[in-house]
């Protein structure tokens, strides 16, 4: 753990840990110079010592970059420290984590709110994975004629 306080990088002051889970910490953190409030997720220092994990890490960070949606955190910035710890700094989202809100509504979320967030989620996804017939066409594949969609919808009796 980064105790409070620390400079991370020479430009990231830690100031509290927002959430940890199985690859890393998220801190909240500010840049020095200009007082950005953000969000560092630093990886598992036995993590980061895996030449191949660190870099999936890095180049994970990126990828809701590239989404290009206003449901996906923007990535600023990103470094390895001098003692070997790889993090990604991001903008620091304000609100409820979506357990916090189904907590609120008593343990489970309404049928609404999963369906508007269940539909926002799908938006992101689409947006970051091409369709099947866009990824067959980047791979020079053809859909062969008179095959139907892979995926059915179960009728019951």
Request: aromatic fraction near 4%; avoid cysteine; hydrophobic fraction near 40%.
């Amino acid at each position: 753990m980064i105790e409070p306080g620390t400079l991370l990088d020479k430009k990231w002051r830690i100031q509290a840990v927002l959430g940890q889970g199985g690859t890393g910490v998220v801190y909240a953190a500010l840049h020095d110079r200009n007082q950005l409030p953000v969000a560092v997720k630093v990886l598992h220092a036995e993590l980061a010592r895996d030449d191949s994990m660190r870099k999936r890490f890095l180049h994970e960070g990126y990828a809701a970059n590239r989404v290009g949606h206003p449901g996906t955190v923007q990535v600023m910035d990103d470094g390895v420290t001098a003692e070997g710890l790889a993090y990604l700094v991001m903008e620091r989202l304000e609100g409820k984590s979506l357990d916090a809100v189904a907590d609120d509504a008593g343990g489970t979320l309404t049928v609404g709110d999963a369906v508007s967030f269940g539909m926002a989620w799908l938006e992101i996804i689409t947006r970051h994975h091409p369709s099947r017939s866009e990824a067959r066409e980047r791979a020079g594949l053809k859909r062969r004629q008179g095959q139907g969609p892979g995926l059915r919808a179960r009728t019951h009796p």
